[in-house]
């Protein structure tokens, strides 16, 4: 019975403690970062499995995992993620960085905002 009757304080305490918590979360800046790898495993050129699908296969120009890189900057991708991010479509573009693992099909996304 002795603890209450300082219950004062104790009430004080808790209170700034749940007014500097809620300052901090209406105050500081969102911050996330995400990375994804993925593998790209290219059906050959020839292969009919699939047909009609947009999978990638085996050509003579670019890699299969620079194109699926490619993709990351098409707008039906960046616009959906600056809708779910609550962000600008500039500001998605500059916080994704896109890597090709060398002599791989590994594609890595980066993003930091």
């Known amino acids: 019975m002795r603890v209450l009757a300082h219950w004062k304080p104790i009430v004080a305490a808790v209170v700034l ?6 300052a901090y ?3 500081a800046d969102d911050r996330y970062a995400a990375e994804a790898k993925l593998q790209v495993v290219p059906l050959p050129a020839g292969d009919r499995a699939f047909e009609g699908f947009a999978l990638p296969r085996v ?11 490619d993709l990351v900057e098409r707008p039906s991708v960046v ?3 600056a809708v779910q991010l609550r962000l600008d479509r500039e500001d998605v573009l ?10 791989s099909n590994v594609v890595t996304h980066e993003l930091v905002g």
């Open 79 to 81: 616009d959906s993620a």
């Open 94 to 103: 500059d916080a994704v960085t896109v890597r090709l693992r060398e002599n």
């Open 17 to 22: 403690g749940l007014a500097a918590g809620n």
């Open 59 to 69: 050509s003579g120009g670019a890699s299969a995992a620079e194109t699926v890189a």
């Open 25 to 27: 979360l209406v105050l």
